[in-house]
């Protein structure tokens, strides 16, 4: 009843940019946080970055300086501007999010299914 749904993965050279988005449809929800994750093969899925309801901001180390996280977390929707994009940045991008929902869910995960980000020359 709750989907996040990402969009703006695709093939880009070593130095380029992709812009992904996500968006939330389905039950409310109230958001504590939301954010990207990306998993490469044969890897564990990793936390690029978030936000929280707070304003707080957080990025992985291997991306800060070069991603930006942007969003409007109480309309459900969050972007992730990747510039000076590296083939180690390859791998499958999640949308995430933290919230509560009506009745009594406190801080419940919700995924998107992927979208595919590839740098290569």
């Known amino acids: 009843q709750v989907q996040l749904v990402e969009s703006g993965g695709g093939l880009v050279q070593p130095g380029g940019s992709l812009r992904l988005s996500c968006a939330a449809s389905g039950s409310p929800v109230s958001w504590n946080s939301m954010g990207w994750y990306r998993q490469a093969p044969g890897m564990q899925r990793e936390l690029v970055a978030d936000?929280?309801?707070?304003?707080?901001?957080n990025y992985a180390d291997s991306v800060k300086g070069r991603f930006t996280i942007s969003g409007d977390i109480a309309a459900g929707t969050v972007s992730l501007q990747m510039n000076t994009l590296k083939p180690e940045d390859t791998a499958t991008y999640y949308c995430?999010?933290?919230?509560?929902?009506?009745?009594?869910?406190?801080?419940?995960?919700?995924w998107g299914n992927g979208t595919q980000v590839t740098v290569s020359s």
């Open positions: 936000f929280t309801n707070r304003g707080r901001t």
């Open positions: 995430n999010g933290r919230g509560n929902t009506w009745p009594d869910h406190y801080d419940v995960p919700y």
